[in-house]
């Protein structure tokens, strides 16, 4: 499972910054990537928002571009996404993806989601 934390309720044109770890036991994460489901919608209504390779090559939607930044902490194995100049049509359940290998093991994970909420 993917932990996932640093959603919230902000102002327009504020920021935020969610995190998402992989478990201890993790050796590799790869294809990393942000979803986001907006408010009253289902699963399959999730879009990326933003994405980055093992290299460090990234990928953005076309609404966040320039907004949302993408990045990681190998070390940690830990993803970022840094979001600037929030609109109301940011809000949304984020979610993180991920590849992972252990010792033993290799499979697709999500993360549990995090709210953030953009208002005045």
């Known amino acids: 499972q993917l932990v996932v934390s640093g959603g919230g309720l902000v102002q327009p044109g504020e920021s935020l910054r969610p995190s998402c770890t992989a478990p201890?036991?993790?050796?590799?994460?790869?294809?990393m990537v942000w979803y986001r489901q907006p408010p009253g919608n289902q699963r399959e209504s999730r879009e990326m928002v933003a994405a980055i390779t093992t290299g460090g090559t990234t990928s953005y939607a076309d609404d966040v571009k320039g907004r949302f930044t993408i990045s990681r902490d190998n070390a940690k194995y830990t993803i970022y996404l840094q979001m600037n100049s929030l609109k109301s049509e940011d809000a949304a359940v984020y979610y993180c993806?991920?590849?992972?290998?252990?010792?033993?093991?290799?499979?697709?994970?999500w993360g549990q989601g995090t709210q953030v909420t953009v208002s005045s």
């Open positions: 993806n991920a590849n992972l290998t252990t010792d033993h093991a290799k499979w697709n994970c």
């Open positions: 201890a036991s993790v050796s590799v994460m790869y294809n």
